[in-house]
């Protein structure tokens, strides 16, 4: 299996229309039940492992990862709400999640928490105006003018993004395959 790039070296072009608005707040909608689905079957015992020698997060910590980020997207939103030239930076250390220690937390809880910040981000976004949609800002780290739209976009390609780590790490630990029974340490 083709392990992800580094999520600061994916190149993002935002040249699709607008009208794709609603296409990318169902795909943002979506990422908790996708979560939910993704980690159910996976044996605890490997939530909390981290791979290639203790130096990625666990399946856990990336869960953490994209309820940490919640708060740094609902932000953003005040910032167009706000008419602000350019959004507010992330946090490229991701402090926040390593000082959370989501291993020594609950799974049910990151879960919950995801999911009832997502539901507020997704309220905030869903019935926006054309002109709301294509209000643009300046995005920090990739140094382009970013519409609503592309910030959803964006969002929902980092929620892939650590979906799909989840997944490589559930499989190098020894899962037998999405669809095929539990995940299971070997």
Do not use: C
């Not at 909608?29 to 981290?50: F, N, Q, S």
């Not at 799974?107 to 926006?128: C, M, P, T």
């Amino acid at each position: 299996m083709i392990k992800e790039p580094n999520w600061t070296e994916r190149i993002f072009e935002f040249n699709f229309p607008a009208a794709y608005f609603p296409y990318v707040v169902e795909r943002v909608r979506g990422t908790p039940a996708r979560l939910e689905e993704l980690v159910r079957d996976i044996d605890p015992a490997i939530l909390t492992v981290r791979p290639e020698n203790g130096q990625e997060w666990s399946i856990q910590e990336h869960a953490g990862h994209l309820y940490d980020l919640e708060e740094i997207h609902l932000g953003r939103l005040d910032d167009y709400a706000v008419g602000k030239e350019a959004l507010r930076a992330a946090d490229m250390t991701n402090r926040k999640t390593y000082e959370a220690d989501h291993n020594a937390g609950s799974l049910d809880d990151i879960l919950k928490g995801f999911r009832a910040s997502r539901k507020q981000f997704v309220e905030r976004i869903e019935n926006r105006s054309e002109a709301e949609v294509e209000q643009t800002a300046l995005h920090p780290r990739l140094r382009v003018p970013m519409r609503l739209v592309d910030l959803v976009f964006f969002t929902a390609e980092h929620d892939d993004h650590h979906l799909a780590s989840i997944t490589w790490i559930a499989r190098s630990l020894g899962g037998k395959g999405w669809g095929r029974g539990k995940i299971t340490a070997e």
